[in-house]
């Protein structure tokens, strides 16, 4: 009996004993696995923020979600942007699954206007030192003038709207509001004091030191020693992103224009075609995408009427005038519904006025007068021009010289001219030129 007791003690310790064993081995192995340092996506957003800003994190996000990427960080340094393109922005982080943080960097950067928003939806919120964030209010954000009711409701709907960020995110909201309503602006260290950001760090590996292990969407983020993958703009990001600044618009505006009413005045040219359609078709791309003020538009072509109309009806520069005048105020106002940074400068507007102007003025009126005017090309260019009488011209026949070379011709109405005077041609019936008497001018004597 004790022989089987010391038996089975025995064999309980042995099982005991590789149970502990294989359980240590395995944490080894698990704990090990969680030492090995992540991948994490990095992307950099500078400038304002407008349409290809929101295709560049969503083409972002989804590469490092495929690729099962531990995060991914946006540095972040911008002076505001469009509101639209905000709130696209804003949404793909709320409802975003894989942790996107938010590093207003390097140091001296801002989070202005939308940079606000965008930092406060962030998963994490983080800045550098010397860096600041604020300023939201509607009217940077916007663009241009509103009257006090428009005023009020877009005040009221952005300080809703960035206080469910904050309360969403945890984040102070009533900061948030004040950054709307008073345009209240602070430092990385005040935001860090007043709950707007999450934490500062000095570098992008200082943040990834600091995040790690923090728990985001579930998940337990392993940053430290991270492997950083920077996603860089592709060229349709960085070539659309180029075409939607309002100086390049406005230059595909004088390109489209150009362009369209050169081939019109020249036919066949092909070159001021196809350049005036490609630029067109940019053109209309960015109007999609951007707020471009109608009324602008209309002013414009209001100009381009008025020029054209000047080169048929000459009014001594009236039309001239007026149409240079409405081409300014239409280039000024088409962009004034975009943000001041986006706003076109008068470095720009002013040149492109005046060189307009003088386009319509000389290339296009006398390219339209050509177009529709006198025949300068053909027999029909010879019509009204001077002829020699090489053999008396009647009504029954004769020779003239014209240009060099020799034509028949014949008289109306029984006119009769001698060889050797001049004669006017009148019109051309088959291989024969009708000719006139050269109208003689009577010679004044004084004495």
């Known amino acids: 009996m004790m022989n089987e007791k010391l038996f089975i003690t025995i064999l309980l310790f042995l099982i005991g004993s590789v149970l ?48 099962g990427h531990d995060a991914l960080i946006m540095e972040l340094d911008t002076p505001g942007g469009l509101l639209d393109s905000t709130q696209d922005i804003v949404q793909i982080m709320l409802q975003s699954d894989l942790p996107i943080i938010v590093y207003v960097s390097p140091e001296g950067a801002n989070a202005g206007s939308a940079g606000t ?45 960035i206080e469910s960020i904050a309360e969403e995110r945890g984040r102070n909201a009533e900061w948030a509001k004040s950054a709307v309503r008073d345009g209240a602006s602070v430092t990385s260290r005040e935001a860090l004091e007043l709950n707007v950001i999450d934490l500062i760090a ?53 390109i489209a224009i150009y362009g369209i009413v050169g081939e019109v005045t020249n036919p066949g040219a092909i070159v001021p075609g196809m350049s005036g359609a490609i630029a067109l078709i940019l053109l209309l791309y960015g109007v999609a995408a951007m707020p471009i003020n109608i009324a602008g ?11 054209v109309i000047e080169a048929f009806t000459p009014t001594y520069g009236i039309l001239l005038t007026g149409g240079t005048v409405s081409f300014f105020l239409g280039a000024l106002m088409l962009f004034q519904d975009m943000p001041e940074e986006m706003q076109i ?10 060189l307009t102007a003088l386009f319509f003025a000389w290339i296009v009126s006398y390219g339209i007068k050509a177009q ?18 090489l053999e ?43 000719v006139k008497p050269k109208k003689k001018v009577k010679e004044t004597t004084h004495g």
């Open 20 to 67: 502990a064993f294989w359980d240590q081995d395995n944490n080894g192995v698990n704990e090990q696995e969680n030492d090995e340092p992540g991948i994490v996506s990095v992307i950099s957003v500078k400038g304002t923020i407008g349409p290809t800003t929101t295709n560049y994190l969503q083409r972002t996000k989804r590469i490092a979600e495929e690729a």
């Open 117 to 161: 928003f965008i930092t406060l939806a962030a998963h994490i919120a983080a800045m550098a030192p010397a860096t600041n964030i604020g300023a939201a209010s509607p009217v940077t954000m916007g663009g241009g003038e509103m009257d006090t009711v428009a005023q009020k409701k877009i005040f009221s709907y952005s300080e809703s709207y």
């Open 202 to 254: 000095d570098n992008l590996d200082d943040l990834l030191d600091k995040i790690h292990g923090m728990e985001v969407e579930g998940q337990t983020l392993n940053t430290r020693g991270a492997e950083i993958n920077r996603i860089e703009n592709n060229l349709a990001e960085i070539f659309f992103s180029f075409i939607l600044r309002p100086e390049v618009m406005l230059i595909l505006t004088l």
């Open 297 to 307: 538009f209309l002013l414009m072509g209001l100009a381009i009427a008025l020029f």
């Open 345 to 354: 400068s008068l470095y720009w507007l002013v040149p492109a006025t005046l």
């Open 372 to 389: 529709f005017g006198e025949h300068r090309a053909g027999l029909e260019s010879l019509i009204g021009k001077d002829a020699l009488v």
């Open 392 to 434: 008396t011209v009647d009504s029954s026949g004769g020779r003239v010289s014209v240009s060099g070379e020799y034509w028949n011709a014949y008289t109306l109405e029984g006119d009769v001219i001698n060889k050797g005077e001049r004669c006017e041609i009148v019109d051309f019936e088959g291989l024969k030129i009708i």
